[in-house]
């Protein structure tokens, strides 16, 4: 089956503009991050979804530099970006990350892509997020049967949920099958993610440390035990939400 990781990338954040192209030891955010994807084992193609705003020649800039795949399309109906470059890239199983997760795991990646698979044909969606996240906020993976996106592209008509793309199929149990990925410790507690100044402090003293994308996250488990002042950094940002 093809499995496609698509990344959602934009130049534009409220909170810290530009954030995908902010330094990370030597190279963009954005560059950490799909470095990291794509060394997922169970992933077989990733893609770039990017907006079709002049603010993100940037980001297929960066595309082409490195030879990624690019699909550009809607600003804020994010459900038909990720839908549209799906069927553009043929997949059968999506794979949706954020571009602003440079810790993304890809062993988290195929555990939660293997559980799909292991459920196979009864599953329509399965994440590390639900019911309640016990990976640390900044591996947030989600796996969806493509039949499950191309339903909710459809009759999906509240705009705030399709900014966020998978809202339609996890709050209708009854019209999708789900599953959750659950990890043996809790670390939600722990903010990995960048939406601000703060979280990318935090983030930078990790790759500092490291000087390079191959760490694992339980590297940056064993990293934070010897300086768990580090989790103070971000520890009061609060989570948009819906």
């Known amino acids: 089956m093809q499995t496609l990781a698509i990344i959602?990338?934009?130049?534009?954040?409220?909170?810290?503009?530009?954030?995908?192209?902010?330094?990370?030891?030597?190279?963009?955010?954005?560059?950490?991050?799909?470095?990291?994807?794509?060394?997922?084992?169970?992933?077989r193609k990733v893609v770039i979804a990017t907006t079709a705003l002049s603010t993100d020649?940037?980001?297929e800039h960066v595309c082409l530099q490195y030879g990624w795949s690019?699909?550009?399309g809607s600003e804020n109906d994010v459900l038909d970006r990720c839908y549209k470059a799906a069927v553009a890239y043929d997949a059968e199983i999506v794979v949706r990350i954020t571009s602003d997760c440079p810790l993304i795991e890809p062993t988290v990646i195929d555990q939660v892509i293997q559980a799909f698979l292991?459920?196979?044909?009864?599953?329509?969606?399965v994440s590390n997020t639900l019911p309640e996240r016990t990976f640390p906020r900044g591996?947030?993976?989600?796996?969806?049967?493509?039949e499950a996106l191309e339903l909710a592209w459809r009759v999906d008509t509240n705009p705030v949920w399709r900014v966020h793309v998978t809202p339609y199929i996890y709050h209708n149990p009854?019209?999708?099958?789900?599953?959750?990925?659950?990890?043996?410790?809790?670390y939600?507690?722990?903010?990995?993610?960048?939406?601000t100044f703060?979280?990318?402090?935090?983030?930078?003293?990790?790759?500092e440390h490291f000087d390079s994308d191959r760490f694992s996250w339980r590297d940056v488990l064993l990293l934070l035990e010897k300086h768990p002042e580090w989790l103070d950094i971000n520890q009061h940002v609060q989570q948009k939400t819906m």
């Not at 019209?175 to 659950?182: A, E, I, P, R, T």
């Open 118 to 125: 292991q459920r196979q044909p009864e599953i329509d969606y």
């Open 174 to 186: 009854g019209l999708f099958h789900l599953y959750s990925v659950v990890n043996d410790e809790d």
């Open 57 to 59: 020649d940037a980001i």
């Open 8 to 43: 959602q990338a934009r130049m534009g954040s409220t909170r810290l503009p530009g954030k995908v192209m902010l330094d990370l030891a030597g190279e963009p955010m954005l560059v950490r991050n799909v470095n990291r994807v794509g060394r997922s084992r169970t992933v």
């Open 188 to 195: 939600s507690h722990m903010r990995w993610t960048v939406d």
């Open 70 to 72: 690019c699909f550009r």
């Open 139 to 146: 591996l947030d993976t989600e796996v969806i049967r493509f």
């Open 198 to 207: 703060e979280d990318l402090e935090f983030v930078r003293r990790i790759y």
